[in-house]
Structure formats: structure tokens, C-alpha cells
């Protein structure tokens, strides 16, 4: 099986321009979260979502939004890029939104300039 | 305000024993999760903790203190390949994940 995938790898893109992140699960998890990562910090929690059809704000949402339109499909959008936003995204996935393990797509590596 | 600390990097020899720690200060705990992250890649699960005591899974093994706010990973017989960092990550009274910064452990021969 897949897992999760997201897409694309990576992206450069330039300041004030609009951008989804695409991440898509095939284990039929109910809950499913973005992350960024940057270095010398942990992982962030952006926007998550415990089930299709419901959404909730992270640790750093400002300048993000998300959708859970079905099971599968969560996208990251960002609506106008700064260059702050230059980081890895992590999408990632869960059976719950309790104690389940999360488990991880590769990234997507977003260079704002 | 909610905080983990783990050392920045570690160095260990092919063969031998590390422990990484990890102290946490959370709104609430429901577990404490171990993951491991090659560079490049996406973290993925070695172990989770949310009772007492030790956890032993092959070469891997975690502890936790739940009184202490403190955990700790052991990796036995070192191998080139567990060069990597090592993330913890608390689940809060709300269920989400605080990570720390990870431990970037070096393995040399």
C-alpha cells in the first residue's frame, strides 16, 4: 500500500503567491494533521482534522487553511506565501484522533522567496 | 507554556549502548511517543509509552516517568544505519502532539 503521499516534493515559489500542498492517505484513517518542520525546532502542528468533514487550528495556523472534503484528501493551502513559510510540511495521518500513532508522508520541502 | 528537552546531538560508537533522554512539561499527558527521523525523510514510530516503566522492543527500548516528566530511548548494539535524530513528542490534555527539537545521534566505527 501507498500510505500517505504528498505532492509535490518540492517547490519554489515566489512571495504573494497562492500554493495547495496535496496529501492523500489510502489506510482510511479517520484523523490527519499537517505539520512544519524547521530547524533547531520540533515539529508544529499547523491544522489537523479528527474526521472528513471537520477541521481544527494548530499550534501555527496564520496563513494557512485546510479542507476535508472526504477519508482520503487533505490539502494545505497557503494563500499568499511569505518568505517565513519556507519550511518542510509534513502531512500525517492517524486511525483517531486520540492515542494512535501517527504515521507520516515524506514532505514537501516549500522555498518562498 | 509547553516544553520538551532532548540533547541536540550525541555521539556513539558502532557496537555500543546510548540513551537519549527526554524531559517534558505539558498541559496534561496521554503518552509519550518515540519517533525516528533520517535525514531527508519523514519520521517514522519506534515507541510509545503512557504507563511507568520500561518498553522493550528488539535492539529499542523506552522508559518513562510519568512522576518525573521524564523518559528516556536505549538503543543496544549500535549500527551505522541508527544514525539519525530521534524525536520525542508528549500528547497534551488536547490530544495534540508537543514534539521536541530531536537528538541527532552520530554513529561512528
Known amino acids: 500500500t501507498a500510505g500517505i503521499t504528498q505532492a509535490p516534493t518540492s517547490q519554489i515559489l515566489a512571495a504573494g503567491r497562492s500554493m495547495t500542498l496535496r496529501c492523500t492517505q489510502d489506510?482510511?484513517?479517520?484523523?490527519m494533521y499537517w505539520y512544519r518542520q524547521d530547524l533547531g525546532l520540533g515539529l508544529r502542528l499547523i491544522h489537523y482534522?479528527?474526521?472528513?468533514?471537520?477541521?481544527g487550528k494548530g499550534e501555527v495556523p496564520d496563513g494557512y487553511s485546510v479542507s476535508r472534503a472526504n477519508t482520503d484528501d487533505f490539502p494545505l493551502t497557503l494563500a499568499s506565501a511569505v518568505p517565513s513559510q519556507t519550511s518542510v510540511y509534513f502531512c500525517?495521518?492517524?486511525?483517531?484522533?486520540?492515542?494512535?500513532?501517527?504515521?507520516f508522508g515524506p514532505g514537501t520541502r516549500l522555498t518562498v522567496l | 507554556g509547553q516544553n520538551i528537552d532532548q540533547p541536540t546531538e550525541m555521539t556513539a560508537t558502532e557496537g555500543a549502548i546510548v540513551q537519549i533522554n527526554c524531559t517534558y512539561q505539558?498541559?496534561?499527558?496521554?503518552?509519550l511517543f518515540w519517533y525516528q527521523q533520517h535525514a531527508g525523510e519523514a519520521p517514522t514510530f519506534l515507541s510509545y509509552?503512557?504507563l511507568d516503566g520500561l518498553e522493550e522492543k528488539g535492539r529499542f527500548s523506552s522508559f518513562l516517568s510519568r512522576s518525573k516528566g521524564y523518559s528516556y530511548l536505549l538503543l543496544k548494539e549500535l549500527q551505522m544505519k541508527d544514525s539519525a535524530s530521534y524525536l520525542c513528542?508528549?500528547?497534551?490534555?488536547?490530544?495534540?502532539?508537543?514534539w521536541g527539537a530531536g537528538t541527532k545521534l552520530i554513529i561512528k566505527p
Open positions: 500525517a495521518s492517524s486511525r483517531s484522533g486520540s492515542t494512535d500513532t501517527q504515521y
Open positions: 489506510m482510511r484513517h479517520n484523523a
Open positions: 482534522s479528527n474526521t472528513a468533514g471537520t477541521t
Open positions: 505539558t498541559s496534561g499527558f496521554n503518552g
Open positions: 509509552n503512557v
Open positions: 513528542a508528549v500528547l497534551d490534555s488536547n490530544y495534540q502532539l508537543i
